[in-house]
Structures are given as C-alpha cells and as structure tokens.
Nanobody, 122 residues
Framework: VQLQASGGGLVQAGGSLRLSCAAS????????RGWFRQAPGKGREFVAA????????YYLDSVKDRFTISRDNAKNTVYLQVNSLKPEDTAVYYC????????????????WGQGTQVTVSS
C-alpha cells in the first residue's frame, strides 16, 4: 500500500499549487482522506480532510477560503488546491487515509504518504 504525494514546489506569496495524492495497492474509496503539514521545528498539523463520498470536508481555520480538498475515487486520488499562499504555509505536506470518523485527528490515520515540500517566498 502506497500513498504518493506530489505537486509541491517553490512559489511566491499569493501563488497557487495543486497537490495530488495517488494511492496504490489498495482502494481507498470508502476511506476518509486527509492532508496534514509539518513546518520546520513544529509538529504535524491537520490541514484538510474529505469523507469517502466527498460530501463532507473539513479545514484548518487558517486555510479556509484558500485551500480546497477534493477526491476522485475512480483514480484513487485526492487533491488539495492551495491558493493565495502565504509564507506561513511553508511546510512538508502529507496525505493520509483513515477509516475513522475523526477526520481531523492525525492519530486516526493509518496510511501515510511520504510528503511533498511547499515553500512560499515573501
């Protein structure tokens, strides 16, 4: 089972990126999918999550109205569109999958990708 995150990069403040997380080895169509991030010297924090059908989404308050999570179960992939990026969004972004209803709790996620670096310059 593998979650492969991609799409990170170096952008200027105000820029956008589209992060992708493709799963292989297991179909996660019934799992919640989440994005977390970890900045240097800080703990890993919840960013966004989406339930299995895409009917419910949750966001960290500081990214609401700037980030959008979506999923394509046919492709076993989840996306995170990140707009209006700020320097404080700089972090390694991790995708994860969970069969728990507690979608904002990183301890409820059993499957993790390797992370993709997002760096926002001021």
């Amino acid at each position: 089972v593998q979650l492969q995150a991609s799409g990170g990069g170096l952008v200027q403040a105000g820029g956008s990126l589209r992060l992708s997380c493709a799963a292989s080895g297991r179909a996660f169509s019934s799992a919640s999918r989440g994005w977390f991030r970890q900045a240097p010297g800080k703990g890993r924090e919840f960013v966004a999550a989406i339930n299995w059908s895409g009917s419910r989404t949750y966001y960290l308050d500081s990214v609401k109205d700037r980030f959008t999570i979506s999923r394509d179960n046919a492709k076993n992939t989840v996306y995170l569109q990140v707009n209006s990026l700020k320097p404080e969004d700089t972090a390694v972004y991790y995708c994860a999958a969970s069969y728990s209803s507690e979608m904002a709790d990183l301890n409820e996620y059993d499957y993790w990708g390797q992370g993709t670096q997002v760096t926002v310059s001021s």
